[in-house]
């Protein structure tokens, strides 16, 4: 019987382990996710600020 406690035991240990190793994954997951769509966000202010130091929108309208 105290066998099958230590088993037990050890079956035990060994799903929480798992358990916290898939949270850490799905955290590292996300967080890669986040830094990518940072990098997206970034690169897109960059191109706007760029496009609004060459654009001169009052001279380049026409009267109709």
Known sequence: ???LEQWRQKAEAAVD????????DTAATELAATMQRIGELSMEVELLRAKMECSTPLARRRSR
């Open 17 to 24: 382990g798992a358990l916290k190793e898939r949270e850490a």
């Open 1 to 3: 019987m105290f066998k």
